[in-house]
């Protein structure tokens, strides 16, 4: 994907509201200068960071791997984050899906745990899905939506839904269980 496609990243300031203060890690230029990426997508972690959401992202950390370039993890070291080469399109590789896809780049993966965690924050249904029929149903409407806009934003990260090719359809179809 060429780097002048990639949206603008979304503002730190903006994240942190959501995420609160202390929970959106950005890299150190030095951490990042020598990572083989656009510079667009190594400025996004220098400037938007990484917010940290509960049970998704639970550590933040800048390091050059063999085979990626790790950004963050979660459940302990189950889950882990990272971008590819040149590219930045972020993978997940865990024991449970192995390596699948979640982001085409760096930059739409900081979009997509945007939108997650405003949502997760924001979203009065959420706190009280499992009420009533009502309340489930109302949540999982917004998770469809959310779904939607991941899919607006970054196509290739929602794919035909499949659970075992793409990350976000699985953690947000599962996310209430």
Do not use: C
Request: no cysteine.
């Amino acid at each position: 994907m060429p780097t002048d496609a990639l949206p603008t990243p979304p503002d730190f300031e903006a994240v942190e509201n959501w995420a609160g203060a202390g929970r959106v890690i950005r890299a150190a230029g030095p951490d990042v200068a020598a990572w083989q990426l656009p510079d667009q997508q190594k400025t996004a972690l220098t400037s938007s960071g990484v917010p940290m959401i509960e049970g998704l992202v639970d550590v933040v950390s800048f390091q050059a791997k063999p085979t990626m370039y790790q950004l963050a993890h979660a459940h302990g070291l189950d889950r882990i984050f990272g971008a590819a080469t040149a590219t930045g399109a972020v993978m997940e590789h865990s024991p449970e899906a192995g390596m699948r896809f979640v982001n085409s780049s760096i930059v739409h993966w900081l979009w997509s745990l945007h939108l997650v965690g405003s949502w997760v924050k924001g979203s009065a249904a959420l706190a009280r899905w499992d009420e009533d029929a009502e309340a489930e149903e109302q949540t999982f409407a917004e998770i469809a939506a959310l779904l939607e806009q991941i899919r607006a934003l970054d196509p290739p990260a929602v794919g035909d839904g499949s659970h075992d090719k793409h990350f976000w359809p699985a953690v947000l179809d599962r996310w209430l269980y």
